[in-house]
């Protein structure tokens, strides 16, 4: 009597079991879409902030490269 009261109580907690699995997955899945979110955000602005910088480095080497060029072209004309 006692195992079959048992599987009644585990049989009617069962149905109460998924509900409370797919709150706790909706609150993973809104809680992990913000979190995505900043972390997508975070790693473009990491890439961007890179291809920024690598494009500022060709110009100041283009420009040194300018620079020097002229400068040596001065000296030889001196």
Known sequence: MAVRGEKVLGARQQP?????????????????????????????????VRVLVAVAVV???????????ANVQVGHHM
């Open 59 to 69: 110009v100041l080497l283009r420009h040194a490269r300018l620079l020097f060029a």
């Open 16 to 48: 109460a079991g998924p509900p409370a699995v797919s709150m706790t997955m909706t609150m993973t899945v809104s809680m992990a879409v913000p979190v995505s979110m900043t972390v997508s955000v975070t790693v473009s602005g990491v890439v961007a």
